[in-house]
C-alpha cells in the first residue's frame, strides 16, 4: 500500500493526461512490475484510456483524494504538501535530460524516453503546482523551452497557459512590497506575452466555434478554445465540443478527457452564477449524447437548487425514456424542491402507464399525490397540481386530470391548467368536452380580480392558449378586448403571429405583426 498502490494514486492525482504504468514506474523510480500489480489492486478506482494508460475513474475521486481539512489522519488522502511532492516527482521525471534533448526528435526512443512527450506539454504545470517559483521563472525568462513549444504547437494556446502560471506564481510570491517589486517585472512581461497571444481568440463569438465545427476544424476550435480568458465563454465553447466529440464513435476518448476538462474549470469557477450555467449545459450536452450517468453527476454539483432539481428532472426523464425505471425513480427521488419532485414523479407515472406497467405508475402517482398535500407554499402547491394534472392528460385519464384542475386555488394557475386539458382534449377528438373545458377557463379568467394585474395574467394565458389551438380569430378578440395591458397584448399577438407562420399563413400572421408595431407606437406615445 505505501510503496507502491499509494503513490501510484498520487501521481495520477496529480498528472495531466493518462500515464502509462511504465511511466509511473519511472516517476516513482520503482519496478513496473510491482505498478502493473498495484494498478490490478486498484481496479474500478482507474480508467483505462488510449494504449494501456490509466487515468483516476472520475473527478469526484480525484476531489475525495484532496483531504479535507476537517478531516485530519485520513491514511488514503493527500494533504496540500503531499500534493505538492507529488508535482515534484513529475517535475524531476520532466527534467531528465537537457532542454535541448527535450525537444530533439529521436529516430529511435528508448523506453527511458517516455517522458518526452509529456513534459513538452506539461512540464510548466508541474513546476507551477510543486510551488519551485524560482525554476518556474527561470525556464519562462530563457524562454528555449517556450519556443520549443510554439514549433510543435503553432496555436499558442499551451504557451498562453504556461505564462497565466507564470503570472499567477509572481502576484503568488509578491507577499511583501520589497518581493512584489523584485517581481513586477516578471508579472509585467508574462501579462504582455500572453495578452498578445490571446486577443484574436476572446474576439471570437460562439457561433465562429460552431462553424469551425460545421467545417470539420474541430483542431483549430480546441486550439482557440484554450486561449479564451473570459470563464463563461471558454466553458461555453468547451462544453460545445465536448458534445461535438461524444457524438463520434471515434473521438469518445477525447471527448470524455474534454468533459472531465470542462467540469473541472466549472467546478473551480468562484461565480455561482457562471458555475450553475456551465455545469447545467454540461448536463445537457451529455444527455444529448445519451452519458446520463455522467449527467446525473455533472448535475450534483450544480451549486443553484431550482437548477440542480430541474436537471435531475431532465436526467430522470431521459433513464425513464430508456425504460431505466429503477435509475429514473431513484434519481427523482433525490429532487429536493417539492414541486419539481412531484412533475418528475408524476411524469414517469405516466411513461409506466403508456408502457403497460399500470400497478407501478399508480405507485408512483399515489407518491406524487401525498407529496402534493404536504406542500405547505400555496404558489409551488398549485405548481405542483398542475405538474400532476398534466401526467393525467398525457395518459388520457380525463376525470383524474379535471378532478386534479379543480384543486387549483389561484385562478391563474387554474385557467392555464384548463387550457391544456381542453387542448389535450381537442387533440383527442373530444369537442365536445373541449368546449365545455374553454367555456369554464374563460367563465374563471373573466371572475378574476383586477387587482395586481391579474385578470390580464389570466386572458393572457387564454388567448395564448386559444393561439396554440389553431382559434385564431377568438384569441386576437381576446387579446383586444379583455386584456387591458398593451405588454400582455403583444404576448398574445406574438404568440399567435408565431403559430400563423407555422401554418405558412404569412398575410395573416402579417396583419399581426402590424397590430404589435401600432402597441409599440401606443406605448412610446404613452
Known sequence: WRTVIRPTLGVLLVAQEPLTSLQIAHILKTESVSVRVGITYLGGLLTLSGYLSYTLFHPKLSEYLKQDSTVPNNAIQFDSEEVEIQ????????????????????????????????AQK???????????????????????????????????????????LGCEAAAREAVTLDSGKALLGNLWRYTLLRTSLTTQADAYPIEAFQALLAL???????????????????????????EYLLKQPARQMEGTQLY?????????????????????????????VRYLRRAADVARSIPDTNKKAEAFYAVSDAYGEQNEWDL??????????????????????????????????EA?????????????????????????????????????AEEAVRTLETNEEKVGALCQLALAL?????????????????????????ADGRRDKAYRIYAIAQARAGIWDEAE??????????????????????????????????????????????????
Open 364 to 400: 408512483l402517482w399515489q407518491e406524487a399525490s401525498a407529496l402534493v398535500l404536504a406542500i405547505e407554499d400555496s404558489e409551488q402547491h398549485d405548481r405542483a397540481i398542475s405538474h400532476l394534472s398534466i401526467s393525467f392528460m398525457q395518459t388520457k385519464e380525463w376525470e383524474r
Open 122 to 164: 506539461h512540464y510548466i504545470t508541474h513546476l507551477y503546482n510543486a510551488r519551485r517559483n524560482e525554476a518556474l521563472f527561470t525556464v519562462l525568462n530563457n524562454g528555449d523551452y517556450e519556443r520549443g513549444k510554439l514549433q510543435f504547437d503553432r496555436s499558442t494556446r499551451t504557451t498562453a497557459a504556461d505564462l497565466l
Open 328 to 361: 429514473a425513480v431513484d434519481l427523482a427521488r433525490t429532487i429536493t424542491v417539492d414541486e419539481i419532485r412531484v412533475k418528475a414523479l408524476a411524469n414517469l407515472a405516466a411513461k409506466l402507464k403508456r408502457a403497460n406497467a399500470e400497478e407501478k405508475a
Open 216 to 242: 470539420d476544424k474541430e483542431s483549430q476550435a480546441l486550439d482557440q478554445a484554450e486561449l479564451l480568458t473570459q470563464p463563461a465563454r471558454k466553458l461555453a465553447v468547451l462544453v460545445l465540443l465536448t
Open 260 to 288: 472531465l476538462r470542462a467540469y473541472e474549470i466549472a467546478t473551480s469557477v468562484k461565480d455561482t452564477t457562471i458555475q450553475t450555467k456551465a455545469l447545467s449545459d454540461l448536463t445537457t450536452a451529455l444527455m444529448r
Open 426 to 450: 381537442t387533440q383527442a377528438g373530444l369537442d365536445t368536452q373541449a368546449e365545455s373545458v374553454w367555456e369554464e377557463a374563460q367563465t374563471i379568467a373573466s371572475d378574476t380580480t383586477e
Open 87 to 118: 508535482h515534484g516527482k513529475l517535475v524531476d521525471w520532466c527534467e531528465q535530460g537537457s532542454m535541448e534533448d527535450l525537444w530533439r526528435v529521436l529516430p529511435n526512443p528508448s523506453s527511458r524516453d517516455d517522458y518526452q512527450e509529456y
Open 477 to 526: 378578440k381576446t387579446a383586444k378586448r379583455r386584456i387591458d395591458l398593451s405588454t400582455d397584448r403583444v404576448i398574445v399577438f406574438n404568440s399567435l403571429a408565431s403559430n400563423l407562420i407555422k401554418k405558412g399563413l404569412w398575410e395573416r400572421c402579417g396583419r399581426i405583426i402590424d397590430l404589435i408595431v401600432r402597441e409599440y407606437d401606443l406605448t412610446d406615445v404613452g
